[in-house]
């Protein structure tokens, strides 16, 4: 169970730098730190809230075809760069710009990212 729990900190941490490195959309600040930290929370959010708000979405993901679950992921993006916030305090950040145009982009590209982990791993 740690094992499963590293790696899935690490497989959090590693999207977040390839989302950071494909596109200027996200910003680290306080280097492995916050990829650490980063990993932790996305991995508890995605594990105890997004299965809630997938379950309360449901009717709407029928009516917009799917699309609820790109708001999902930047719900919970937007938690985590929160968390990040409160946890760690200054000098380290997820810099994402607070415009929801940008989380939908970072939203989807993380769930596709976090897609092709769950493929693979």
Do not use: H, R
């Not at 959010?45 to 379950?55: A, G």
């Amino acid at each position: 169970m740690l094992k499963s729990l590293v790696a899935s900190i690490a497989l959090n941490s590693l999207v977040l730098y390839m989302v950071s490195i494909l596109t200027q959309l996200v910003g680290i600040e306080g280097g492995l730190v916050t990829f650490i930290c980063f990993g932790a929370v996305f991995g508890v959010l995605n594990t105890i809230i997004k299965p809630v708000l997938k379950v309360v979405s449901l009717p709407l993901k029928f009516a917009t075809f799917g699309l609820t679950t790109i708001l999902i992921n930047c719900a919970i993006l937007y938690a985590t760069d929160m968390s990040i916030d409160v946890l760690l305090g200054d000098g380290f950040d997820l810099v994402i710009a607070k415009e929801l145009a940008t989380y939908i982009k970072v939203g989807i590209l993380f769930g596709v990212l976090n897609w092709i982990k769950n493929l693979i791993f």
